[in-house]
């Protein structure tokens, strides 16, 4: 561990933080040098628990004795961290919300989709969503609610976006994820068939049986050996390809003429509903 002390924004140091676009951060032609960013003490510590490589720490003058105490790994990293004062550190792009706490760790490797749905029995599959703060969300309430993994559409948010990591709790890096292949969706459907899912998707259509129906609830009345649940953009929600192809559809039932919830608040109504439940 290296302690530097930045004096202007014009340190190449906080490029990272403070210059590199989203894009930018992800270097897709240059995937070894790729770099996520951690906002808050509590992510960057389980940052150093789940075996990320940070690469750099950049804290509040005043909270350097705190984060050795609550990460004392660093000590034994190669891992730059780099101090500067409150008033410079607020110029930063979103250190004002992360209670003095920022870094930077290279992006983990991506995975497999079968990598992600061997062993699993409870599944999210994403479509269309685009909102990052939705999608750190759902990740988090899967995290709470057990889900075993997450699936996303290759057109999904990133969920390696500092705004998502954030929104997560870093609950990003304990969920497994893979971006489904294309073609979409026949792909997926056909991978999770073979596997023994059920399909079953979030939406108001003809279909739909309530979320608390007993056939979605009861083991013994279900032949699956897992399921899979679709959730769609609030836009849209899912594609007709989609619909088309899963199993069966589900609602959540609703009062006073509401049609349906946030997506991130359905989510979590719908795992602990279909697959927390159940384990209990």
């Known amino acids: 561990m290296a302690i ?71 000590g034994e990293k190669d891992v730059d961290v780099l101090v500067a004062d409150r008033g410079l550190l607020s110029q930063v792009t979103g250190f004002n919300v992360t209670r003095g706490y920022m870094a930077a760790a290279r992006r983990p490797a991506a995975r497999g989709l079968r990598d992600v749905l061997e062993g699993a029995r409870s599944v999210a599959v994403l479509e269309g969503l685009v909102d990052v703060s939705n999608l750190g969300a759902i990740f988090r309430n899967a995290a709470a609610l057990g889900v075993d993994g997450i ?20 609950n990003v890096f304990l969920v497994p994820w893979a971006v489904a292949p294309r073609p979409w969706p026949g792909a997926l ?21 309530r979320m608390d129906d007993p056939s979605l609830r009861n083991p013994s009345l279900r032949k699956s050996q897992g399921t899979a649940l679709f959730f769609g953009t609030e836009g849209t929600g899912l594609t007709r390809p989609v619909l088309d192809g899963v199993d069966r559809t589900v609602i959540i039932p609703m009062a006073r003429g509401v049609d349906s919830l946030n997506v991130a608040a359905s989510s979590a109504v719908a795992f602990w509903e279909l697959f927390a439940r159940r384990r209990g």
Do not use: W
């Open 4 to 74: 530097s002390r930045i004096k202007d924004l014009s340190d190449s140091r906080l490029d990272p933080y403070l210059r590199l676009s989203e894009r930018q951060l992800r270097s897709v032609l240059h995937p070894d040098e790729a770099l996520v960013i951690l906002e808050s003490l509590f992510v960057i510590k389980l940052a150093f628990e789940r075996g990320l490589d940070v690469v750099s720490v950049l804290v509040d003058e005043r909270h350097v004795d705190a984060l050795e105490r609550a990460v004392p790994r660093l």
């Open 151 to 170: 699936v996303l559409a290759p057109e999904c948010a990133d969920p390696l976006n500092r705004r998502a990591v954030r929104v997560s709790m870093g």
């Open 189 to 209: 459907l056909g991978e999770l068939r073979q596997r023994g899912f059920e399909t079953v998707a979030m939406a108001l259509d003809e279909r739909a049986v």
